[in-house]
Every structure is written in structure tokens, then in C-alpha cells.
């Protein structure tokens, strides 16, 4: 059974960085793109972040550009988000994916995570 699993969110001052980790479990992820999407209270789900296997191409979303770094570590099946400068903006449930497609549209993600809280607030 695949499974993915998120950690590391959580309350955050505003300014302030956390890292959210995904790790994969069930199944070999060899030639997937690995993304981050996020949703906050009310809204729909949005893109964030995402990184192809080979590593040469990254995308990120404009509002986070230059405040997040998308990274993943192969042999551990497990991904990361790096998120710097935070802003009260970024609350929201973030959850991880994988998929075949290097690509924006959380449809063309397969595998998704159950998601970790992010709250950037004084």
C-alpha cells in the first residue's frame, strides 16, 4: 500500500521557517515528480512547489518564489519544503504528492499525503 506521510508543520511567527518532509512508503517513486500543494481555510487547493526526479527542473508558484526551496533526497523516497519568510498568507494544510507529469495541476498527481498544518500567526 503506498502511503505518504508529512511532517514538520506547525505555529510559526511570521518571518520565521519551517521544513516539511514527505516520506514515501509502498512503492518505488523512480521517475516521479514530487509536489507540494497547500489549502487553506475556505479556499481550494493550490500549488506550492515541485521537483523532478533527475532533479534539473523545479517549479514553484509566484507567491512563494524566493521563499521556499522544493529538495528531495532519492534514496529515502522522501522529499522536502523548506520555507523561509513566512507570512501569515502561507496558513494553510500542505500536502505532498507524486505523480508522472512535471506539472501544476494537482490532477495529474496520483499519490497524495494526508496533509500537515501550517499556521503562521504572533
Known amino acids: 500500500q503506498v502511503q505518504l506521510a508529512e511532517s514538520g508543520g506547525g505555529l510559526v511567527q511570521p518571518g520565521g521557517s519551517l521544513r516539511l518532509s514527505c516520506a514515501a512508503s509502498?512503492?518505488?517513486?523512480?521517475?516521479?515528480?514530487m509536489g507540494w500543494f497547500r489549502q487553506g481555510s475556505g479556499k481550494e487547493r493550490d500549488f506550492v512547489a515541485a521537483?523532478?526526479?533527475?532533479?534539473?527542473?523545479?517549479l514553484y508558484a509566484d507567491s512563494v518564489k524566493g521563499r521556499f526551496t522544493i529538495s528531495r533526497d532519492n534514496a529515502k523516497n522522501t522529499w522536502y519544503l523548506q520555507m523561509n519568510s513566512l507570512k501569515p498568507e502561507d496558513t494553510a494544510v500542505y500536502y505532498c504528492?507524486?505523480?508522472?507529469?512535471?506539472?501544476?495541476?494537482?490532477?495529474?498527481?496520483?499519490?497524495w499525503g494526508q496533509g500537515t498544518r501550517v499556521t503562521v500567526s504572533s
Open positions: 504528492a507524486a505523480g508522472p507529469r512535471f506539472t501544476k495541476r494537482g490532477n495529474d498527481y496520483g499519490y
Open positions: 509502498g512503492s518505488t517513486f523512480n521517475g516521479y515528480v
Open positions: 521537483i523532478s526526479w533527475s532533479f534539473l527542473g523545479t
